[in-house]
C-alpha cells in the first residue's frame, strides 16, 4: 500500500515522519511501508503563504477576512522625523543640523539655533534688533524723534489731527463711461448730499453706488467714530475690473467676442476739519501773494524837471 503524500499540505515547521506517526497505533498493527511522493505543478510556484491552517486545510474567505495580518507582512514603519531635522532623501543630509546643548547635562541634542530662532517671532524681532524691548530699537526710535529736533513733519501732523477712511466697493456690471459721471458728481459733497442725490438719480448705477456710500459710512463710523453731519467726500474715483467675455454668434459661422465690462468705485472719507483747512490755507496764500500790477515796479533813473528834447 503507497501514500502519496502532498508536502504543501505539511507543516513547513514540521518533519514528514512525526506528521505521519502522531496516531496512535495498535499493539497488533504494524505501520506500513511509508514512501513519500512530492507532487509539483505550475500553481506551487505561485501559491500565497499562511493560506492554510495548522492541520494543512485551506482556509476559506471569511477567515481570510478575519484574520489579522502577521507582524512579518506588515510594511515597516516610517521613520518620525523630529523638527529640525533633515529626511534621508534631503541633500542637506550630510550636513551637521543639530548640536549638543552645553548648559544640557545629559548631552542631548537640540536643533540648530538658526531653527530654534525661526520657530518664534518674537525671536527673530529680538535677532534683528526690531522688537521694542531692544535697546537698538530704542536706540533708532530715539534717533527718529530727535531727528528733526523732535518735530513732526507736516504729513505726521495732518495725520495724528484729521481723520480719514478708504473704501472701495465690488465690481458693478457697468462701463467706466457710465460710472465716472456719478464718481465726478459725487466728490467734493457732504455726504447725506450725495447720498440724497445717488438716490433720486434715474441712472441705474446710482442705486448700486447708494449701497456703497451707505457701506462706507457705516465703516467710518464702527471703526473711527466718524460723524456723519459732519463727513464729506474728499476723493471718488472708478476702476476697471476683470470684463467676462461671451461669444456672439454672426452671419456666415462666424462668432464674435462680446466683452462685459465690470467697474469698481473707490471714495476717501473725511472730516469737515479737513475742508476748513484747506479754505484757511488757500486764504492765507492768496494774501501772502503780492498785490497785481500792469506795469511792473522798477527804479527810475535820470529824471529831470523839463523835457530833454
Known sequence: MKASIRLSSISRSQPILPHILSKPLLPHH?????????????????????????????????????????????PPPKPQLKRGELASSSIFEGSETATTDPEDPHGQRVASRILQRATSRTAILKEGGMHPSEASFMRNYRIRAIKRRGRLSRTETI??????????????????????????????????????????????????????LQQ??????????????????????????????????RARGRVDVLVRPYTSISVILKENKTLERLEREKEEKRRRQKVWVSVPNRPIYGQHQYYQW
Open 30 to 74: 504494524r505501520p506500513p511501508p511509508l514512501q513519500t511522493t512530492q507532487i509539483r505543478t505550475v500553481f506551487s510556484f505561485f501559491r500565497r503563504k499562511n493560506l492554510e491552517d495548522d492541520r494543512g486545510v485551506p482556509l476559506s474567505v471569511a477567515e481570510l477576512l478575519q484574520r489579522k495580518p502577521s507582524e512579518e507582512s506588515r
Open 159 to 212: 495725520m495724528r489731527t484729521e481723520k480719514q477712511h478708504l473704501c472701495k466697493s465690488h465690481n458693478f456690471k457697468t462701463s467706466l463711461k457710465k460710472l465716472g459721471p456719478l464718481a465726478r458728481q459725487i466728490a467734493g459733497k457732504q455726504l447725506d448730499d450725495a447720498m440724497t442725490q445717488m438716490k433720486f438719480s434715474p441712472k441705474k448705477a446710482a442705486q448700486e453706488i447708494l449701497k456703497h
Open 216 to 249: 462706507a459710512r457705516n465703516e467710518a463710523v464702527y471703526t473711527k467714530n466718524f460723524d456723519p453731519a459732519e463727513t464729506y467726500i474728499s476723493q471718488a474715483w472708478v476702476g476697471r475690473g476683470t470684463p467676462d467675455r461671451e461669444p456672439l454668434k
